[in-house]
């Protein structure tokens, strides 16, 4: 069974810094796209961030320059590293996964519980 747990939230003041980690664990064969989405009270859930197998980026206009994405993928392991921080940027952060179990197995979609960062002073 595969699980997707993410770690590294919390409460941060306006331009701190945070660093989000998400593993996946269990029986994978291949991880493609590693995405981070976030979701605020009362609106969408939004794309933050995508990282590509091979390591190809994608930022949603409203973080970039300040979040990186990247991943390990000896460890199954995706992290976005937050900087200069806004009160906006307060969500819960979900980690989001397509892989293969078994090869030439279907392509699921995997997502974790997500992790809750608050920006405020």
């Known amino acids: 069974q595969v699980q997707l747990v993410e770690s590294g939230g919390g409460l941060v003041q306006p331009g701190g810094s945070l660093r989000l980690s998400c593993a996946a664990s269990g029986s994978i064969y291949n991880l493609y796209a590693m995405k981070w989405y976030r979701q605020a009270p009362g609106k969408q859930r939004e794309l933050v961030a995508l990282i590509t197998s091979v390591g190809t980026t994608i930022y949603a206009d409203s973080v970039k320059g300040r979040f990186t994405i990247s991943r390990d993928n000896a460890k199954n392991t995706v992290h976005l590293q937050m900087n200069s921080l806004k009160p906006e940027d307060t969500a819960v952060y979900l980690c989001?996964?397509?892989?293969?179990?078994?090869?030439?197995?279907?392509?699921?979609?995997?997502w974790g519980q997500g992790t809750q960062v608050t920006v405020s002073s």
């Open positions: 989001n996964s397509l892989l293969v179990v078994v090869p030439g197995g279907p392509m699921g979609d995997y």
